[in-house]
């Protein structure tokens, strides 16, 4: 077969996993067989048993991804945020595939591989953009920090022993306050995720919301609360209380002073994924958490 190295994909790959090295075996031959060039990262080629066509490069920028047309990534859900942080940053769509256990990121799972390939070659993928938040932090009126996230922003007590005491903010009016383990910022992709384990709904990812849900509060009012889109949320952290901790994602953190205010607002930059399937949000909200569905009969015809 013509080589067309002209199309290249970059690989990033859970490496610590057995699983993840086979997968991204299989997928580098394949691609490779079709004549579509594959990067990797320098410091995962060493895990893994990559043949000499394979471009390494050293240094994880986003411009490591310059001329890519497509990120895969093999991994559990924490993989699949790390690739959403190269894909944010480059604008190259992410492809993911689960080696993890829900993984509501990934549009493939380990015994799609050889399906995953053919797509790829073919062209055959459609790209949707998912909604992220840009969280900025501030302190005595001025800013301390800026992030972003595309499942949620965290706010939390940084220990076990006290309660963190916050009041909470939409589009500049108090709403209430409490003590609390936490309060999570959320997109409606991060519905399934920490706002999902702490009592929030879940949101179809083409509805586009901001989600505010407390963790574990102390207060009659304390219930997931789903504002528009546009709305600004903010968290603002008592000043009498011990600091608190910012996560954003999961992935990066940072201490939250006594009297520290959180703003989140709708992302300037989305992630984009690319999607092999057609299938509803409802029949992988089934699939993943394997909801019970018999005696279902549908619509009468």
């Known amino acids: 077969m013509t080589q067309n190295l002209a199309r290249?994909?970059?690989?990033l790959a859970h490496t610590g996993r057995p699983a993840a090295i086979r997968s991204a075996e299989l997928v580098v031959k394949g691609l490779l067989r079709?004549?579509?060039?594959?990067?990797?990262?320098?410091?995962?080629?060493?895990?893994?048993p990559l043949p000499d066509e394979v471009e390494l490069v050293g240094e994880a920028t986003p411009r490591c991804l310059d001329d890519c047309e497509l990120l895969i990534v093999l991994g559990g859900d924490g993989t699949l945020l790390r690739g959403a942080e190269f894909a944010r940053a480059s604008g190259v769509p992410m492809l993911g595939v689960n080696l993890g256990r829900v993984g509501f990121l990934a549009e493939a799972e380990r015994d799609d591989l050889d399906r995953v390939v053919d797509r790829v070659v073919e062209r055959s993928y459609e790209v949707e953009e998912r909604m992220t938040v840009d969280v900025v932090v501030h302190r005595n009126g001025d800013v301390v920090h800026t992030d972003w996230a595309l499942n949620e922003a965290a706010v939390q007590k940084a220990g076990a022993e006290k309660l963190l005491e916050v009041v909470l903010e939409i589009d500049g009016r108090p709403v209430t306050g409490f003590g609390c383990d936490g309060v999570v910022l959320s997109t409606p992709t991060g519905s399934t995720a920490y706002a999902f384990s702490a009592g929030g709904p879940v949101v179809?990812?083409?509805?586009?919301?901001?989600?505010?849900?407390?963790?574990?509060?102390?207060?009659?009012?304390?219930?997931?609360?789903?504002?528009?889109?546009?709305?600004?949320?903010?968290?603002?952290?008592?000043?009498?209380?011990?600091?608190?901790?910012?996560?954003?994602?999961?992935r990066r953190t940072i201490e939250l002073p006594p009297g520290a205010r959180v703003?989140?607002?709708?992302?300037?930059?989305?992630?984009?994924?690319?999607?092999?399937?057609?299938?509803?949000?409802?029949?992988?909200?089934?699939?993943?958490?394997?909801?019970?569905?018999?005696?279902?009969?549908?619509?009468?015809?």
């Open 8 to 11: 290249t994909v970059f690989l």
């Open 34 to 48: 079709h004549g579509i060039g594959v990067r990797v990262l320098e410091e995962e080629a060493r895990d893994l």
């Open 204 to 250: 179809w990812p083409e509805v586009e919301a901001l989600l505010m849900v407390p963790i574990s509060a102390h207060a009659l009012f304390a219930k997931p609360l789903v504002t528009s889109p546009d709305s600004v949320l903010a968290v603002e952290v008592l000043p009498h209380i011990p600091p608190g901790v910012l996560w954003c994602d999961g």
């Open 263 to 301: 703003e989140v607002r709708r992302g300037a930059v989305p992630v984009r994924l690319a999607r092999l399937h057609h299938s509803s949000f409802t029949d992988r909200l089934v699939a993943k958490f394997a909801l019970p569905t018999t005696g279902w009969r549908g619509a009468p015809h």
